[in-house]
């Protein structure tokens, strides 16, 4: 299945979770916002959240400094 990832195309198993996804894309256990469509995502459903074919998906992470 075709997805969007941050703007960029990427291909991913059908059936794959938002936690799936963030896994295979390096964030693993990093504290991130991930939005899929426009919609967040809350954390607590990334691992039964299923993307489908041509979804659009935003994964920002914050970065300390000061």
Not at 33 to 52: D, Q
């Amino acid at each position: 299945m075709h997805i969007t990832l941050n703007g960029s195309p990427r291909d991913c198993a059908t059936a794959t979770t938002v936690a799936q996804l963030l896994q295979d894309a390096g964030y693993g256990a990093r504290r991130v916002a991930v939005e899929v469509n426009r919609e967040i995502v809350p954390r607590s459903l990334h691992t039964s959240h299923e993307l489908a074919d041509g979804d659009q998906v935003e994964i920002v992470h914050a970065i300390g400094g000061g």
